[in-house]
């Protein structure tokens, strides 16, 4: 089934839909640490995000979108390479001392794309290795203007020791342009990569463009400009955000001003859900159950938008679910590019992008890999029923402690002992474990888990490493 299901993701089989070859323009708006409701068109409460819900009223929203993992640099790797990050040796998030990163050997979105003549660029946070054979100019793009890592991997952050973090540099191309970003620094951000993105479609208003638009927030430590402080009237998260949706705006108005809109294909998510332990300085996952850093719902499924006039049905709503590992498969099969010969993970997933009546998800299943190879969940390629696996996990269940002020608390662990099923379908928070009332579900799921043990290990097992894993680079 997955020989066939990988067929299927390269295109040598035919769905009633067909697709002549396109090059739409396609920009990738990449959030950190945003919640599953965080925008106003998924139910945040308190602040307006006009431009993502007009993002949203004229594409399609994804309800069921999920990224590989609830962590920075795994989730990355994930929606640029189309594989599963653990496939790929990217684990957990990748600090300044890191001597490995992206491999040479894997194919980025942006090198897809190359092939048909595309101009690339990333701009804001990398986080997939910050020497320089890691950085986006050594992986397909053109152009690179931001920071190698997380923004509170710097000697302000509010939880480390003294001297364990180098400053934080700004790095343009392979060359640091600012070896330490300040604290006023941080508040121009979001704006300093709105720019760069504007300018970048400027630039290649005449040629097909990918732009990659990593923003920083709202990671904790928040920042936001003169422009937006104090604007929402409910704190720093809500000014930060709309500035965010300001910048979203910008954007599309840039598309707009140059004709370009009609052909571009808009996809805007995050890389994980909220870091809840920051409190008033994190944002909400709504109904799901616990956030970032955890593959519950609330870790790793988020907000997915896409626009394309004219082939997103605008106005629509899907609870089909997808995965970023998708994307890269998806747009190869739009713009009829050849997929790398190394096993991928991801698949051609445009039917349900598009819209097609009984869209159908490619998947057998999906699986959840977290902290050190740890295989902590599977659910059915349909997203309906979901299987947590024993492992440990953070929470902050029964802390009363309330985190302000960017300082978080601690979480606390917890456990799942044994197997436990749940249907997303009627229980997105997961919280009635119909495990033993289904025994050949679970049995089902068991069995696709030990199917990607195989491939990629399972710490959990004693299984460090798989048959199709692959080195990271060094």
């Known amino acids: 089934m997955r020989l066939l299901n990988h067929l299927l993701a390269a295109g040598c089989l035919f769905s009633s839909f067909t697709l002549?070859?396109?090059?739409?323009?396609?920009?990738?708006?990449?959030?950190?640490?945003?919640?599953?409701?965080?925008?106003?068109?998924?139910?945040?409460?308190?602040?307006?995000?006009?431009?993502?819900?007009?993002?949203?009223?004229?594409?399609?929203?994804?309800?069921?979108?999920?990224?590989?993992?609830?962590?920075?640099?795994?989730?990355?790797?994930?929606?640029?390479?189309?594989?599963?990050?653990?496939?790929?040796?990217?684990?957990?998030?990748?600090?300044?001392?890191?001597?490995?990163?992206?491999?040479?050997?894997?194919?980025?979105?942006?090198?897809?794309?190359?092939?048909?003549?595309?101009?690339?660029?990333?701009?804001?946070?990398?986080?997939?290795?910050?020497?320089p054979q890691f950085l986006p100019t050594k992986h397909g793009f053109d152009e690179y203007y931001g920071i190698p890592y997380s923004n509170d991997m710097w000697p302000f952050h509010p939880q480390a020791k003294k001297g364990a973090y180098p400053n934080l540099p700004m790095v343009e191309g392979q060359a640091v342009i600012d070896e330490e970003v300040t604290p006023e620094d941080q508040t121009r951000l979001t704006t300093d990569y709105t720019t760069r993105g504007v300018r970048f479609i400027e630039k290649n208003k005449d040629k097909p463009f990918f732009l990659y638009l990593a923003h920083s927030m709202v990671h904790v430590p928040l920042y936001v400009s003169d422009k937006f402080k104090g604007k929402s009237g409910k704190g720093l998260f809500a000014d930060v955000m709309m500035e965010v949706d300001w910048s979203v705006g910008q954007i599309v108005e840039t598309l707009k001003k140059h004709d370009l809109e009609k052909n571009t294909w808009i996809i805007f998510t995050s890389d994980n859900g909220p870091w809840l332990s920051y409190?008033?300085?994190?944002?909400?996952?709504?109904?799901?159950?616990?956030?970032?850093?955890?593959?519950?719902?609330?870790?790793?499924?988020?907000?997915?938008?896409?626009?394309?006039?004219?082939?997103?049905?605008?106005?629509?709503?899907?609870?089909?679910?997808?995965?970023?590992?998708?994307v890269l498969p998806t747009?190869?099969?739009?713009?009829?590019?050849?997929?790398?010969?190394?096993?991928?993970?991801?698949?051609?997933?445009?039917?349900?992008?598009?819209?097609?009546?009984?869209?159908?998800?490619?998947?057998?299943?999906?699986?959840?890999?977290?902290?050190?190879?740890?295989?902590?969940?599977?659910?059915?390629?349909?997203?309906?029923?979901?299987?947590?696996?024993?492992?440990?996990?953070?929470?902050?269940?029964?802390?009363?402690?309330?985190?302000?002020?960017?300082?978080?608390?601690?979480?606390?662990?917890?456990?799942v002992d044994k197997p436990?099923?749940?249907?997303?379908?009627?229980?997105?928070?997961?919280?009635?474990?119909?495990?033993?009332q289904n025994p050949e579900k679970v049995a089902e799921l068991q069995k696709h888990a030990e199917t990607i043990r195989a491939e990629l290990g399972d710490s959990l097992k004693n299984l460090p490493e798989g048959t199709g894993t692959r080195k990271a680079g060094e």
């Open 20 to 131: 002549a070859a396109e090059t739409p323009n396609i920009v990738v708006i990449f959030m950190d640490d945003m919640g599953y409701a965080d925008v106003s068109c998924f139910g945040a409460q308190g602040y307006e995000t006009p431009n993502i819900d007009r993002l949203a009223a004229e594409g399609r929203k994804f309800t069921n979108f999920h990224v590989a993992q609830p962590v920075c640099s795994a989730s990355r790797c994930a929606l640029l390479t189309g594989c599963y990050p653990n496939r790929v040796g990217i684990h957990g998030a990748l600090g300044p001392s890191a001597k490995h990163g992206i491999s040479a050997d894997e194919m980025t979105l942006a090198e897809l794309v190359k092939k048909k003549g595309y101009a690339t660029s990333a701009v804001g946070k990398w986080h997939l290795g910050s020497l």
């Open 279 to 326: 409190g008033d300085h994190a944002g909400s996952a709504g109904l799901l159950r616990e956030g970032k850093g955890t593959c519950w719902e609330g870790g790793t499924r988020v907000t997915g938008i896409m626009k394309w006039p004219g082939k997103i049905p605008a106005g629509t709503t899907t609870d089909t679910m997808m995965m970023t590992i998708d």
């Open 331 to 415: 747009v190869a099969h739009v713009i009829d590019a050849k997929l790398p010969e190394h096993t991928i993970d991801g698949m051609n997933c445009w039917p349900i992008v598009a819209g097609e009546a009984e869209a159908k998800n490619p998947h057998d299943f999906y699986a959840f890999y977290y902290e050190k190879n740890q295989l902590q969940a599977i659910t059915s390629g349909d997203g309906r029923w979901k299987l947590q696996l024993p492992h440990k996990y953070r929470t902050l269940t029964g802390v009363t402690e309330k985190a302000t002020g960017g300082i978080p608390v601690l979480y606390k662990q917890a456990s």
């Open 420 to 436: 436990e099923l749940y249907d997303l379908y009627t229980d997105i928070s997961e919280s009635k474990n119909i495990a033993a």
